[in-house]
C-alpha cells in the first residue's frame, strides 16, 4: 500500500496572559518527564555507554553491549505503547524517539565494523541502514516545515525490529557460537533483509515526500 503524508493542523497563535506564565512551565516540565519520555531520554544516555563496552577485554564486555542493546531495543518499542495507553504522547517524544532510535543504531553498526563483525561486501547493507536514516531524517525535517507529517508503516516496523534483532545477534560476536553455531551467519543474513526492506520503505517515504517538495516549489514559484 503507497505511503500517504498527511498534513498537520494548522497551529493556531495567542498572546497568552502573562499571569498563565507558571502554569506554562509547570505544564512543559510534566510533559517532558512522562514515563515515555524518560523511556527515550535512558536509551540515548544508553549509546556511550554502549560504545564503552567494546573497550572492555574479554568475552564480557560482549555479553554487557547485547545486554544494553536489548534493554535499549525494548524501550524502543514499549515507549510507544506507555505513552497512548497512558495518554501522554508528546511533541517533544515525537522528535526525540527517532533521534535515539538512530544514534543507537548508527553507533553500533560503526562498532560492528569497526571490529570487523561486518566486514567485507557486508560493509553495503551498514551504508544502505545508515544512508536511509540519514535521508528520511532530512525529509521529516523539510515536511515539518510545509506542515506534512510522516508517518510509521507497519512493513518500516518489521524492518525495525529484523534490524534490530541481526544487531543484537552480531553483537555477540564469535561468543554467539556457544549459543548457535551459525550465529555469525545468521545476524550477517537478517542485516541484509533489513538493508533489503530499507531500500523499500525509503523509496516509498522518498517517493510520497516528494510530491510535497514539489508541491512547495510551485507554490513558491506562484507566489513570487
Known sequence: MPLCLSPLPRASYMIAPMTTEPAA????????????????YARIALVPVLVGTFFIAG??????????????????FVDGYIA??????????TMLDPIADKLLVAAALLLLAANE??????????????SREILVSGLRE??????????????????????????????????GR??????????????????MLTLYTGYDYFRAGMHHVIAADDNQDAGS
Open 117 to 130: 563483525t561486518i566486514a567485507g561486501i557486508s560493509l553495503f547493507a551498514a551504508v544502505i541502514i545508515l
Open 59 to 76: 568475552d564480557m564486555g560482549r555479553w554487557i553491549a547485547v545486554g544494553i542493546f536489548i534493554i535499549a531495543s525494548v524501550t524502543d
Open 84 to 93: 497512548r495507553a497512558l495518554k501522554q504522547q508528546s511533541s517533544l517524544g
Open 142 to 175: 523539510f515536511l515539518a516545515t510545509v506542515q506534512v507529517s510522516v508517518p510509521v508503516t507497519r512493513l518500516a516496523k518489521w524492518k525495525t525490529a529484523i534490524q534490530m534483532t541481526a544487531i543484537t545477534v552480531l553483537l555477540c560476536g564469535p561468543e
Open 178 to 195: 556457544e549459543l548457535f553455531e551459525f550465529s555469525s551467519e545468521l545476524g550477517i543474513g537478517l542485516l541484509w533483509i533489513a538493508a
Open 25 to 40: 512551565s509547570q505544564r512543559t516540565e510534566s510533559v517532558a518527564w512522562t514515563l515515555p519520555n524518560i523511556l527515550t
